[in-house]
Each structure stands twice: as C-alpha cells, then as structure tokens.
C-alpha cells in the first residue's frame, strides 16, 4: 500500500480537486483507492456527490474499525473515509490526549471488505500541527499542488520547512513525490512569471505539465463528478491524467 498526501500550507490551491481526482484516476486503472479526507471542510464527499460524514473523527476519536468508517462512492475499486467539520475537534482532542504523530497512519492499516487497497490517498487541511502533520507522517510522498500566485508558492515553501522538521523530529521516511502548477492561465505575464519563479524554487520537483484554470472543474464540483466523469477528453482531463500515470509509474 503506498500513501499520498496531497499538500499545500496554501488554501485554494486545488488539493482537493486533485486528491479526489487522483484518486478517482487510480482507480480507474484498476487500482484499489481510498480516499482520506482530512480537511474538515470535508469536501471530499461534496466533490464525488455523496454525504458529509464524521468518519474521520469516528476512526481516530471513537476508535472504530476502518472497515466501519469507509464508504463506498459508486466508483468502482473507490473507497472514502469522509470527513466534517468533527475532524477539527479530532485534531483538539488528540492534541489534549497527547496521540502520537503515527495515529493515523497507524489507523490506516487494514483491509476494507477484505480488499488490499494499492494507493491511500489524503486530502489535508491547510493549517499547520495537528492532524495536517499526522497526514503527512503517514505518507510515503507528497505531492504539492501549487497555484501559481505568489501566496500560494510561499505556502508551498513553509509545507517543505513542515516536511524537513518531520525528517528531522520524527524520523519520517516520505519525501515530495511532485509539485503541480494548477490554475495556471499562460494568456497572463503573472501567472508566466510565477510558474517560471515555481521552477526556479523546486527545480526538478516540478512537473512538466500545468492544470490550467478551467471552468470544468468548478463545473465537476457543482456536479459531483470528477472531470474523468463529466469530460475524460477535455484539457484538464488530460494534465490530471498525467499526474495519474506519474503515481504509477513512479510510486513504488
């Protein structure tokens, strides 16, 4: 099982338009995916059209068992274990227990249905501490969704002090798996000159492809589609695609 976390210490920068869809892209190459929601703005749910749900909090507070908590979501080989705004009073009561860094990850282990999941993949909240760096802990990569706007790469860079502190206090073992331009509009000087400066900061880290800025996805939100869903031929379709084929290739 190989874990992802998708972060950014940046709000608005696409990370849950892109764990749901990397998730839903995984599994649709055949690959067993669950989908962890650890933002409680629990938007996971809102995006595949299902139902706000505390599982979450009843996986780490209430101790239930995984197979309790997960949810199917109509999708083939897609699996959720939904969040609300309960996972923000999860993160309090596990801070004032003194839980470990490793109580999610640890939770994670197990079968669903007696499936082998191949890729977890977590959605995390953009504050700092607490349930945010236990997401992290349980990754074996991250991948960083970056607008490119100037906030959202100084918010990409304070997500690596975040991770280099893990390594350093924690003994974490994961690394960035890929930084991903999204809401890129190369009709803009800024959005050019911002995606150049991305470059410069991450170097190789960087993909080489860009998610464009796209009313289809705001479209697939209000729908409750991923955009393999509403539009499989459309541009946008076509950059997640690539971050798909990037996880399995690289992610071992």
């Keep these: ?31 067993e995916v669950l989908l962890v929601d ?85 959605d995390t909240s953009p504050s700092v501490g607490g349930l945010q760096e236990m997401a992290l802990y349980a990754a074996d990569y991250v991948v960083i969704p970056v607008a490119v706007d100037i906030a959202s790469i100084a918010g990409a860079l304070q997500l690596t002090e975040t991770l280099k502190r893990l390594k350093a206090q924690s003994g974490w073992r994961g690394g960035i798996f890929r930084v991903v331009p999204t809401f890129h509009d190369e009709q803009t000087r800024e959005s050019r000159e911002n995606l150049a400066d991305l470059r410069r900061r991450f170097g190789e880290m960087v993909s080489d492809y860009v998610i464009h800025r796209a009313t289809l996805l705001r479209e697939c939100v209000a729908m409750g589609q991923t955009v393999f869903e509403m539009d499989p031929k459309s541009r946008a379709a076509e950059e997640y695609a690539m971050l798909v084929w990037e996880v399995l290739d690289g992610a071992r």
């Design 38 to 122: 650890a933002d409680p703005q629990g938007h996971c749910a809102l995006f595949l059209g299902l139902t706000q749900e505390p599982g979450l909090f009843n996986l780490l507070v209430g101790e239930m068992p995984l197979r309790d908590v997960v949810r199917t979501t109509r999708r083939s080989r897609l699996w959720l274990l939904p969040g609300n705004k309960r996972s923000g009073t999860a993160a309090s009561v596990l801070g004032a227990e003194g839980a470990g860094i490793d109580t999610l990850r640890n939770a994670l282990i197990g079968r669903i249905d007696g499936t082998r999941l191949d890729y977890v993949v977590i």
């Design 1 to 31: 099982m190989i874990t992802i976390a998708i972060a950014n210490q940046k709000g608005g920068v696409g990370k849950t338009t892109t764990a749901v869809t990397l998730a839903h892209g995984l599994s649709v190459k055949g690959k």
